[in-house]
Nanobody, 126 residues
C-alpha cells in the first residue's frame, strides 16, 4: 500500500511561485510513477504532470509546460512540484498520486493513478 501525503499549498499572488511536496512512507520496488493532478471548483480533475521514479523522466500537461517542474528526492521518497508564473486559473486542489503499473504519461492523463493523497489547496489571487 502506498499512501501519498501532500504539503505546501497556500495563497499566492498571480505571477508568484509555490512548491508542493508529496511524501510516501515506503518506496515500492519495481515500476513506480508519481504524479500531480488538480481539480478546480466546478471542474473535473485534470492531469498536471508525472515523473518516472527510476529514470526521472517527466511528462506534463500543455497548460503547465514551461511553468511547472516535477522533481524527486529518492532518498526521502518525496516528489516536488515547483510552480512558477502562477495564474488565477491554476487555483485548484492539487492531488499527489502514485502508480505501480509503469504505464505512460498519456495513459495517466486519461485514466489517473492508483493511489491518491487527500489534496492541498492552491489559491492564486489577482
Amino acid at each position: 500500500q502506498v499512501q501519498p501525503v501532500e504539503s505546501g499549498g497556500g495563497l499566492v499572488q498571480a505571477g508568484g511561485s509555490l512548491r508542493l511536496s508529496c511524501a510516501t512512507s515506503t518506496r515500492p520496488i519495481g515500476s513506480y510513477t508519481m504524479g500531480w493532478f488538480r481539480q478546480a471548483p466546478g471542474k473535473e480533475r485534470e492531469f498536471v504532470g508525472c515523473i518516472g521514479w527510476n529514470d526521472g523522466s517527466t511528462y506534463y500537461a500543455d497548460s503547465v509546460k514551461g511553468r511547472f517542474t516535477i522533481s524527486r528526492d529518492s532518498a526521502k521518497n518525496t516528489m516536488y512540484l515547483q510552480m512558477n508564473s502562477l495564474k488565477p486559473e491554476d487555483t485548484a486542489v492539487y492531488y499527489c498520486a502514485a502508480d505501480l503499473r509503469g504505464y505512460t504519461g498519456t495513459y495517466y492523463v486519461k485514466y489517473g493513478m492508483t493511489y491518491w493523497g487527500k489534496g492541498t489547496l492552491v489559491t492564486v489571487s489577482t
